[in-house]
T-cell receptor
């Protein structure tokens, strides 16, 4: 089993739709969590951190459920420019320098 | 700041040749990471350094791969000899000691024929 698992998709949604991605992690000692975005043939870039109480950044909402060991990302009112691959990232308490990336979920927003 | 700089951006080489990938991290960042990304395996951590010291190289696939960080502003990833299955995009990333966000370079797209 992979340390971080994501539904690869692809998710194909129309503009304006709300879409949610989930990510599960296996290490219960994991401490910090992030969502990165990767555009085609580009490098990953941080989208947002995920806090225990949940957090929102504009149209994006991230949630953490430690008991069930999953993280979610909700995108409201999706735009064409949201089309990308979204990577879930987990840092363990031990080996704190290391981040484990999920394989990503691909989103395509269509007109 | 210029961000993380990687060179070359593209490399095409023949099987058996030595390949050297280069990375300049963001100034002041204590951590440097080398990743490999393929469609089949996703983004894999190969090795990371803290203050120029290799901390975890468990992701290095085999002895053909080696990485060095002679100073805080430069790192290399070497493959010798290269094989077609090494074809991938290799990313370098860095981050400060106090922040978990990693900043990625643009990557080197390696093709081994």
């Amino acid at each position: 089993r992979k340390e971080v698992e994501q539904d690869p998709g692809p998710f194909n949604v129309p503009e304006g739709a709300t879409v949610a991605f989930n990510c599960t992690y296996s290490n219960s000692a994991s401490q910090s969590f992030f969502w990165y975005r990767q555009d085609c043939r580009k490098e990953p870039k941080l989208l947002m951190s995920v806090y225990s109480s949940g957090n929102e950044d504009g149209r994006f909402t991230a949630q953490l459920n430690r008991a069930s060991q999953y993280i979610s990302l909700l995108i409201r009112d999706s735009k064409l420019s949201d089309s990308a691959t979204y990577l879930c990232v987990v840092n363990a308490a031990t080996n704190a320098g290391k981040s484990t990336f999920g394989d990503g979920t691909t989103l395509t927003v269509k007109p | 700041d210029a961000g993380v700089i990687q060179s070359p951006r593209h490399e095409v080489t023949e099987m058996g040749q030595e390949v050297t990938l280069r990375c300049k991290p963001i100034s002041g960042h204590d951590y440097l990471f080398w990743y490999r990304q393929t469609m089949m395996r996703g983004l894999e951590l190969l090795i990371y350094f803290n203050n120029n010291v290799p901390i975890d190289d468990s992701g290095m696939p085999e002895d053909r791969f080696s990485a060095k960080m002679p100073n805080a502003s430069f790192s290399t990833l070497k493959i010798q000899p290269s094989e077609p299955r090494d074809s991938a995009v290799y990313f370098c990333a860095s981050r400060p000691g106090t922040v978990r966000e990693q900043y990625f370079g643009p990557g080197t797209r390696l093709t081994v024929t």
